[in-house]
T-cell receptor, first 106, second 115 residues
């Protein structure tokens, strides 16, 4: 099956810093989504981005499907950005990566 | 538009009891997916259902676990004779029809604790 790897596994930032999270996948996919799991465990849809670039406020994402990776950019990080960020790819079903745990300190 | 609704939010069961987790998909969505998240891990696919049909149950344990999505009512994930290792967050997601090029929408999950 498809392998989904995320890096870095852990990230500690001070408020205001920028960061880039990476998702590599091992095969062609029809769908890629980024999620934020907040400290209360809720999964929040960030982007549906099978290809190209999208922006939503301080967050943006780019997927290069031909090279099998996606990047999530967080600018001017805030403490509320803390949590785990998952990418998930879909061929026939959605397969999750292992996540990047982000901690943002004031 | 209501999102994917899961209940209960938290469920505590003693070893050997049964757990029933419910999921109502978004309006107009006829496809439901169940995922399990063990503590400090990612989400693992369990089962994919359409109305009255199980499409893919390759991620579901062969024993004690079952899922259904009846013509009327929510999808149910049933765990019989629960053990401590079943303690996890169970998430449900839905999508419209068979179009695979569309995002999945997740509920807030049910956190099962087995004592």
């Amino acid at each position: 099956g498809i392998q989904v790897e995320q890096s870095p596994p852990d990230l500690i930032l001070q408020e205001g810093a920028n960061s880039t999270l990476r998702c590599n996948f091992s095969d062609s996919v029809n769908n890629l989504q980024w999620f934020h799991q907040n400290p209360w465990g809720q999964l929040i849809n960030l982007f549906y981005i099978p290809s190209g670039t999208k922006q939503n406020g301080r967050l943006s994402a780019t997927t290069v499907a031909t090279e099998r990776y996606s990047l999530l950019y967080i600018s001017s990080s805030q403490t509320t950005d803390s949590g785990v960020y998952f990418c998930a790819v879909r061929a026939d079903k959605l397969i999750f990566g292992t996540g990047t745990r982000l901690q943002v300190f004031p | 538009n209501a999102g994917v609704m899961q209940n209960p939010r938290h469920l505590v069961r003693r070893r050997g009891q049964e757990a029933r987790l419910r999921c109502s998909p978004m309006k107009g969505h006829s496809h439901v997916y169940w995922y399990r998240q063990l503590p400090e891990e990612g989400l693992k696919f369990m089962v994919y259902l359409q109305k009255e049909n199980i499409i893919d149950e390759s991620g579901m344990p062969k024993e004690r676990f079952s899922a259904e999505f009846p013509k009327e009512g929510p999808s149910i994930l049933r765990i019989q004779q629960v053990v401590r290792g079943d303690s996890a967050a169970y998430f449900c997601a839905s999508s419209p029809g068979t179009v695979i090029n569309s995002p999945l929408h997740f509920g807030n999950g049910t956190r099962l604790t087995v004592t």
